[in-house]
């Protein structure tokens, strides 16, 4: 069976538009308990909406419920599972024992998966959730592919679900607490001001006398605490092959363009596509340097730059009619450039001249510069509603 890709859903139109680009399910957060607070997020009707409109296409949506929770937010927490488990959820993420006994009473047929924060880094740790009633374990991140094997080995029938690809914490299993010592945003309740990318500096002795340095910059960069991103494009067999049954991608703060990228990428590689084709492919959006992580010795290292990528998010699709497509602007272009398109469909890499440009009113015009207008141009290609236009740099 094909492992399942599951990729991020920051809110309900970008749920739409990971299912659009192969996604066979997705994980969200509503306006509470998860660690995403700076996302859109969902709220109860949004979500419930995302499940039906998932259902319909035969694919699933896994809430995040995941803080490291207080007593004030168990009565809440109740109440949400009670209504994830009505609104048909396909599981909910948990990452504290107390959350978990709570929801296995309140909504005993809520599915429930283990969140990576709860650091589950051996077989007796995943056997344990599974006989606690959990039908998935988020595995840390820090296991090498034989680890996780020897998890599969002992635990067949607990389904595991691995990172693929996106941004990693410097901190053990995402448990982070500097954002929360240094700006009182806790990260462990969603509210992680990432205060690992800065730059930082350090006093040679201490007391106010002390004197202050830049961290000097050798070959790895002068960022201490920034980790690559995480790239598992060409691990992906192996990983299946470990007993890993769900490739996840991170990125609910992400924008639709990388969303659809990243998504489509792993997509066609799963189908079959050519993996050093598309792994090319990852680097057409924004992204720090990629490393395998903790499968090979010393990948995770810091990295103080973070590539634009190589290509630019020009427009959106909104929709195709009598050979115009309508775009909505997420980057100016002009009449007479030459554009690609991202798409899911055979089409994907063509290329198209931007001519009979059109701006909201019908007018003619040579540049399309008002963000988030919706412009015509003709299009002999068949366009569809959440298609992307891309500039390629260079």
């Not at 296995?104 to 344990?128: D, E």
């Not at 002992?154 to 929360?180: K, Q, T, W």
């Not at 084709?277 to 903790?294: C, D, F, I, K, V």
Request: proline share 3%; glycine share 10%; with cysteine.
């Amino acid at each position: 069976m094909k492992p399942e890709l599951l990729a991020p859903a920051g809110n309900l139109a970008k749920l739409k538009l990971a299912f659009y680009y192969g996604a066979d399910a997705v994980y969200a957060g509503g306006r509470a308990f998860s660690l995403r607070t700076f996302a859109d997020n969902f709220t109860e009707e949004e979500l419930a909406a995302g499940i039906s409109y998932a259902h319909g296409l035969g694919k699933k949506v896994y809430v995040a419920a995941n803080i490291f929770a207080r007593n004030f937010d168990l009565k809440g927490m109740e109440a949400l599972f009670i209504r994830l488990e009505r609104m048909g959820a396909d599981a909910v993420l948990i990452s504290d024992p107390g959350a978990f006994a709570l929801c296995r009473k309140a909504a005993p047929k809520l599915p429930v998966h283990i969140s990576t924060q709860a650091n589950t880094c051996n077989a007796l740790a995943a056997k344990f959730w599974m006989e606690q009633g959990a039908k998935r374990v988020v595995l840390a991140r820090e296991l090498s592919l034989k680890e996780i094997a020897e998890i599969h080995s002992v635990c067949p029938n607990l389904e595991l679900e691995a990172f693929v690809h996106g941004a990693m914490c410097i901190s053990y299993s995402g448990r982070c607490y500097l954002s929360d010592y240094m700006d009182g945003r806790s990260a462990n309740r969603g509210a992680c001001v990432q205060a690992c990318r800065r730059g930082y500096q350090i006093r040679t002795r201490e007391g106010e006398s002390g004197d202050w340095y830049d961290v000097t910059e050798d070959e790895r960069g002068a960022y201490v605490m920034n980790s690559k991103d995480l790239n598992m494009s060409a691990c992906l067999d192996a990983l299946a092959a470990a007993g890993v049954v769900s490739f996840k991608i991170e990125g609910r703060m992400k924008g639709e363009f990388y969303l659809a990228t990243v998504v489509n990428a792993y997509r066609r590689i799963l189908d079959g596509g050519d993996k050093e084709e598309l792994g090319r492919e990852l680097y057409a959006a924004a992204h720090r340097a990629y490393t395998t992580a903790y499968e090979l010795p010393h990948a995770q290292s810091p990295e103080d730059t973070k590539t634009q990528g190589d290509c630019d998010f020009v427009g959106l699709v909104k929709g195709c009619e009598n050979g115009r497509a309508f775009v909505e602007m997420r980057g100016r272009f002009f009449e007479g450039e030459e554009l690609e398109i991202l798409t899911p469909s055979m089409h994907f890499g063509e290329k198209i001249k931007v001519t009979g440009l059109k701006d909201a009113t019908g007018e003619a015009c040579t540049d399309a510069k008002l963000v988030q207008a919706v412009y015509s141009i003709n299009c002999s290609v068949p366009l569809s509603a959440g298609d992307i236009l891309r500039r390629r740099r260079g």
